[in-house]
């Protein structure tokens, strides 16, 4: 029982660094070993929690990482909030899906996670038609600047990727829990595509169900009907015409990032500015990195070996 209780203080120790405290089914689902059932976790959690040398606690079903039982009452606010986050999510989801080649939105971040407050944007990955994907992240960009004056608070596109190409190639705590707890907004059959594709996440949560509608519903109804006006812009573009621009845009992406972050190593830009046929990455603030370092800095605080 020493190595479960090591796993569970793992899980809640990644969290911790969100301010999230976790609910038993969730603790299960984002355990990085399988060894023992369910059931015998609910248990163990309950009987553990009461003990005062215990590194975790519980209050009002969530546990957490002592002492911050704040983070409880915060967690309950932020679902609350995030309830009017889904909202506005599937209204700018509704704009999403009409642009030319998009043929998924998902919601990432914290709100896919009902972890969302005040200070927290609206951030979408977007799975774009093949060839198609520079077009699409153009147009939706220009549409940003002109109608949302370039805010990222309600129009955070981050990552975007073709359907040709949905396995996610970097593998590590912090990309498997954004797969993971991924959200769709339109297209959930293609969400359950991306998810099975990307199976490696069971490495590491053995116990996560691929495409569970558990962790997978989104706090909104998900429309899935194709737009009408999408089809009638993609029929004036047709096919070597548009994959010769899209060739263009994606080269005139990568020459402003390197003309703006000149500084920074070839290696570390293209990570945090991923630009390639299939992929379109946009990370300046190289959260991952961040988050994968605090992490491992707790690990280390609690005489845990390093999880990334």
């Not at 090591?6 to 809640?12: C, D």
């Not at 215990?54 to 009002?60: H, I, L």
């Not at 002592?66 to 009452?73: F, I, L, S, T, Y």
Request: with cysteine; aromatic share 12%; proline share 4%.
């Amino acid at each position: 029982m020493e190595e479960l209780q090591k796993n569970i203080t793992k899980t809640l120790l990644y969290y911790d660094i969100f301010s999230h405290p976790l609910k038993t089914d969730e603790i299960f689902s984002f355990l990085p070993r399988n060894s023992i059932a369910k059931k015998d976790v609910e248990n163990f959690l309950r009987e553990t929690a009461e003990n005062e040398n215990a590194p975790f606690a519980e209050k009002d079903g969530y546990y957490y990482i002592k002492p911050a039982q704040e983070n409880v009452k915060r967690r309950i606010e932020k679902e609350n909030y995030s309830q009017k986050m889904w909202k506005q999510a599937a209204l700018v989801t509704h704009l999403i899906k009409r642009f030319p080649f998009v043929r998924a939105v998902f919601v990432t971040g914290s709100l896919s996670k009902n972890s969302s407050d005040h200070t927290s944007d609206l951030d979408f990955m977007l799975i774009t038609a093949k060839n198609r994907l520079w077009i699409s992240r153009s147009m939706l960009m220009l549409f940003k600047k002109i109608f949302f004056l370039n805010s990222y608070k309600f129009f955070c596109i981050n990552y975007y990727i073709t359907e040709d190409n949905l396995v996610i190639t970097e593998r590590n705590i912090f990309t498997a829990t954004e797969i993971a707890t991924i959200k769709a907004a339109y297209n959930t059959e293609l969400l359950n595509e991306f998810i099975k594709q990307n199976d490696w996440v069971k490495e590491y949560f053995p116990n996560y169900i691929l495409c569970d509608p558990m962790l997978h519903t989104s706090g909104c109804k998900v429309n899935n009907r194709k737009s009408k006006i999408q089809r009638l812009i993609e029929f004036f573009m047709p096919g070597k015409f548009a994959a010769a621009i899209d060739r263009k845009l994606m080269c005139m992406t990568r020459k402003h990032w390197k003309k703006k972050y000149p500084k920074l190593p070839d290696s570390e830009r293209n990570h945090m500015f991923k630009s390639t046929e299939t992929v379109s990455k946009t990370h300046p603030g190289n959260m991952q990195k961040k988050i994968l370092s605090m992490y491992s800095q707790k690990l280390q605080e609690f005489n845990l070996e390093s999880g990334n």
